[in-house]
């Protein structure tokens, strides 16, 4: 995860939704709870168009006397060396009539563009543009090989059904499926032989699949460059 700024220092316009009362109050106990959200997110600078962070602060006690405003004295700080998913955010009125700490359990959560199901898609279906779409989804390690390249999508055969908002993994389809015709390009040097072919298994790009020769009935190995071509190299 990212370095932290150690200390961080509430601006005026964080401080102006503080309300004046003595007593205890719910808006100023929203208030340091959404000052810990802002922290958490001034720590992420420059992130790439395809990546955004979603934090979610604890509940802040509202029936404490926070005293008012805490104008030029309210400061917060991580506890810990780095942000993680869940982490705790310090924050304290140094004021000198009326000091307090809190500290406030924030969640952080990273979220990645990725190609997604537009709708519920049964088993079978052949992707077209209309059943793609680009969605932010939790950056969970089960989504780390999700397909996200469309143009492997298009034309692919889903080997299970997908809900929607699911991500395509290369194992809930095939790019050249178990029976599909398939021409078979061969290289040596810069001799190039192509044929046509039966593919015996599924595939998905740069897989090497067992294909076998319409013409010879020979089976070879070839790899998967595209929905309907494989290669040899000789």
Do not use: W
């Not at 519920?120 to 780390?144: C, G, H, M, W, Y």
């Not at 999700?146 to 999508?153: E, F, G, R, T, Y």
């Not at 040097?189 to 294909?211: F, P, Q, R, Y």
């Amino acid at each position: 995860m990212l370095q932290i700024v150690r200390s961080f220092i509430l601006t005026a316009g964080l401080l102006c939704f503080l309300t004046p009362s003595a007593s205890a109050s719910q808006a100023e106990a929203d208030f340091l709870q959404h000052a810990a959200e802002q922290y958490i997110l001034a720590q992420f600078t420059n992130l790439p168009p395809d990546v955004k962070i979603e934090v979610t602060a604890g509940r802040v006690r509202a029936d404490k006397d926070y005293g008012g405003k805490c104008t030029g004295y309210l400061t917060a700080q991580l506890q810990g060396s780095e942000i993680r998913e869940n982490n705790t955010v310090k924050i304290v009125c140094a004021r000198p009539d009326n000091p307090y700490t809190v500290y406030v359990p924030v969640k952080a959560e990273r979220y990645i563009a990725k190609l997604t199901a537009a709708r519920d898609l049964p088993k079978d279906t052949i992707l077209n543009e209309a059943d793609i779409s680009r969605t932010f989804v939790p950056d969970a390690r089960q989504n780390s090989f999700a397909i996200n390249d469309s143009h492997q999508l298009i034309g692919s055969k889903l080997k299970r059904d997908i809900r929607a908002g699911g991500v395509f993994a290369p194992q809930s389809l095939c790019v050249i499926c178990k029976g599909d015709k398939v021409q078979i390009v061969a290289h040596k040097g810069t001799l190039s032989l192509k044929t046509s072919g039966v593919a015996m298994e599924d595939g998905n790009v740069d897989d090497s699949i067992k294909v076998q020769n319409t013409r010879s009935k020979k089976t070879v190995i070839a790899r998967v460059l595209d929905h309907s071509t494989v290669l040899i190299e000789l």
